[in-house]
């Protein structure tokens, strides 16, 4: 064979390879191992509803605009990172209560719910369209990666959030390697009208905080399996005196609580507040939220604070 035809063979393997690689693929016909059993999924679901914010956002990763999804905790519609990706989308219910009826409106064929979806509301959903719902891990800071990927597998598009989520750690491992020489110590509160709730350090952003070098503590205040303690009093505040203290609001009334707990003077006596170290932060992203693009926003919140 003459070296022009051999060079025209590779040319022309390469071309085939190159037009292959700009097509999509139908997902094929997979099998997802969920909370309630196995769920067959063909395909590529276009009309989705989510029925938790980490499923909003994972779908949002991966290519997805979901059709319905439910209010953000202290809000009524979407929570505010991502008020601008969703557009003008159904609000079908929030975190405790799901609308029927809403969900039935959208006519979607697939649901993506909350691992802490109970068992009846399951049975209903899941005569509605195929209902995924992840298998409870309890409280740990790596489940967000689990429910993102299983998610993902039901949207039939696995690649583009594995990327996010591998841009999430290599991000923070980044910044973990700007931290100061020493321990530095962070605690993250929410602060409520009745006082201030310390969060578990087992949470989704209390993990990204450890994954970019901090060492989160909650005052031994938090009990094992709880998301955060009970609230508060100002008498009982050295639970949140770290190095530094990120609090986070859901609401104005937890605005003009924080505002008045500024001018009490056991407030100020906090190591933290006297270092100029309290940083406020949107409570719907660091208390509410999961997900790959909640990620790559809380690591801008703690990008601010670290040297450069």
Same mark, same amino acid.
Not at 157 to 172: F, G, L, M, P, Q
Not at 195 to 213: I, K, Q, R, W
Not at 219 to 243: T, Y
């Given at each position: 064979?003459?070296?022009?035809?051999?060079?025209?063979?590779?040319?022309? #393997?390469?071309? $085939?390879? %190159?037009?292959? @690689?700009?097509?999509? *693929?139908? +997902?094929? &016909?997979?099998?997802?191992?969920?909370?309630?059993?196995?769920?067959?999924?063909?395909?590529?679901?276009?009309?989705?509803?989510?029925?938790?914010?980490? #499923?909003?956002? $994972?779908? %949002?990763?991966? @290519?997805?605009?979901? *059709?319905? +999804?439910? &209010?953000?905790?202290?809000?009524?519609?979407?929570?505010?990172?991502?008020?601008?990706?969703?557009?003008?989308?159904?609000?079908?219910?929030?975190?405790?209560?799901?609308?029927?009826?809403?969900?039935?409106?959208?006519?979607?064929?697939?649901?993506? &719910?909350?691992?802490?979806?109970?068992?009846?509301?399951?049975?209903?959903?899941?005569?509605?369209?195929?209902?995924?719902?992840?298998?409870?891990?309890?409280?740990?800071?790596?489940?967000?990666?689990?429910?993102?990927?299983?998610?993902?597998?039901?949207?039939?598009?696995?690649?583009?959030?594995?990327?996010?989520?591998?841009?999430?750690?290599?991000?923070?491992?980044?910044?973990?390697?700007?931290?100061?020489?020493?321990?530095?110590?962070?605690?993250?509160?929410?602060?409520?009208?009745?006082?201030?709730?310390?969060?578990?350090?087992?949470?989704?952003?209390?993990?990204?905080?450890?994954?970019?070098?901090?060492?989160?503590?909650?005052?031994?205040?938090?009990?094992?399996?709880?998301?955060?303690?009970?609230?508060?009093?100002?008498?009982?505040?050295?639970?949140?005196?770290?190095?530094?203290?990120?609090?986070?609001?859901?609401?104005?009334?937890?605005?003009?609580?924080?505002?008045?707990?500024?001018?009490?003077?056991?407030?100020?006596?906090?190591?933290?507040?006297?270092?100029?170290?309290?940083?406020?932060?949107?409570?719907?992203?660091?208390?509410?939220?999961?997900?790959?693009?909640?990620?790559?926003?809380?690591?801008?919140?703690?990008?601010?604070?670290?040297?450069?």
């Amino acid at each position: 064979m003459s070296l022009l035809a051999t060079s025209r063979r590779w040319t022309t #393997a390469a071309f $085939a390879t %190159l037009i292959l @690689g700009m097509i999509t *693929l139908p +997902a094929e &016909a997979r099998t997802l191992d969920t909370a309630y059993g196995e769920i067959e999924i063909d395909g590529q679901p276009e009309r989705v509803v989510t029925l938790y914010e980490g #499923a909003l956002d $994972a779908a %949002l990763a991966a @290519g997805v605009t979901p *059709l319905g +999804a439910v &209010a953000t905790r202290g809000g009524e519609g979407v929570a505010s990172y991502l008020g601008d990706k969703v557009g003008d989308i159904a609000i079908v219910g929030t975190a405790r209560e799901t609308n029927i009826e809403a969900v039935v409106a959208q006519k979607p064929d697939l649901i993506l &719910a909350s691992s802490r979806l109970p068992e009846a509301q399951y049975e209903l959903l899941s005569q509605i369209a195929p209902t995924i719902v992840p298998k409870s891990e309890g409280f740990t800071p790596e489940s967000w990666k689990d429910e993102a990927r299983l998610f993902a597998e039901a949207l039939g598009r696995e690649d583009a959030v594995n990327d996010a989520i591998e841009a999430v750690e290599n991000r923070s491992q980044s910044l973990a390697q700007r931290q100061p020489d020493g321990e530095t110590t962070a605690t993250l509160a929410r602060w409520m009208a009745n006082g201030p709730l310390v969060m578990s350090t087992e949470l989704f952003s209390t993990g990204l905080l450890a994954a970019c070098g901090f060492d989160v503590q909650d005052g031994g205040v938090v009990k094992a399996g709880r998301p955060h303690s009970d609230s508060l009093s100002l008498e009982n505040l050295s639970s949140i005196d770290s190095d530094w203290l990120f609090l986070a609001t859901l609401n104005a009334d937890g605005e003009a609580a924080l505002e008045s707990a500024r001018q009490s003077p056991a407030f100020e006596r906090l190591n933290v507040v006297r270092q100029n170290h309290v940083v406020t932060v949107d409570g719907q992203l660091w208390t509410s939220a999961s997900g790959p693009i909640a990620a790559e926003r809380i690591l801008d919140d703690i990008e601010g604070i670290l040297p450069q």
